[in-house]
């Protein structure tokens, strides 16, 4: 592969927005993203047909540069290529990203970690992971402790990645949520290099209201639990 290629990251936990965020970004002419190349059950597309989840998981390195690769050459005449990657699905590879210096990294994070929890809680109890799957249940109860523990776990490993990059003295983005919602990429395109135009839409709707009584069996306590904790803010109305 050409030395020309340059090649991005995406690191985030699940639902930050990452499938908004690799939609728009393969809108660029002079993109291709993939997906979830490490999802724990299947690999999209032709790889999974050439690798497995056996070959893929005993070197994820050889199986990341031939991803890359392979779509390159599918995708004639694009440069940028990137993936997304949750945390805990291939510590490995990520522990490799962090000393890579060929990979540029977007660290994706949602600033409301009450949506990002709760949108997660019904992804998991609807088995709906994006709007082209349709639209399920909307709502779920709130569990005190279970949200505290998701946020401690949440932040802990921003910081923690966050803290590998800067020590490493791997360059990183940071991306928000809102950044993906308001369509704000420029400030990414020019971090990865990307050319002009930024003007990128992604193919993917979102999900769950905004509203959050509107996702929840239980809002009166979920707030009652928030404004006592001093997390109100987290509270869409």
């Known amino acids: 592969m050409s030395c020309s290629i340059k090649k991005f990251a995406v690191v985030a936990m699940a639902r930050t927005g990452t499938n908004a965020l690799m939609s728009a970004l393969r809108q660029h002419p002079d993109c291709h993203t993939d997906f979830e190349l490490f999802h724990d059950e299947h690999i999209p ?26 779509h390159l050459q599918q995708k004639s005449g694009r440069r940028f290529y990137g993936f997304k990657i949750f945390f805990g699905q291939n510590d490995t590879l990520l522990r490799h990203l962090v000393n890579d210096e060929r990979w540029s990294i977007i660290l994706l994070q949602r600033e409301n970690i009450l949506d990002q929890y709760l949108s997660l809680q019904i992804a998991t109890e609807t088995q709906i992971w994006n709007s082209s799957e349709g639209e399920g249940r909307r709502r779920t109860e709130f569990n005190e402790a279970a949200f505290f523990k998701f946020k401690r776990e949440a932040e802990s490993l921003y910081e923690s ?40 839409t992604p193919r993917f709707r979102k999900q769950n209201p905004t509203a959050t009584a509107n996702k929840l069996s239980n809002p009166d306590e979920a707030k009652a639990i928030l404004k006592r904790s001093g997390l109100v803010h987290f509270w869409v109305d």
């Open 45 to 70: 597309g032709p790889l999974g047909q050439r690798f497995g989840l056996e070959k893929r998981d005993a070197d994820p390195v050889a199986f990341l540069d031939a991803a890359a690769a392979y």
């Open 161 to 200: 990645f966050g803290k590998q990059l800067k020590a490493a003295g791997q360059p990183f983005h940071r991306l928000s949520y809102t950044d993906i919602r308001d369509s704000h990429y420029g400030a990414l395109c020019e971090f990865l290099g990307l050319p002009k135009p930024h003007d990128l």
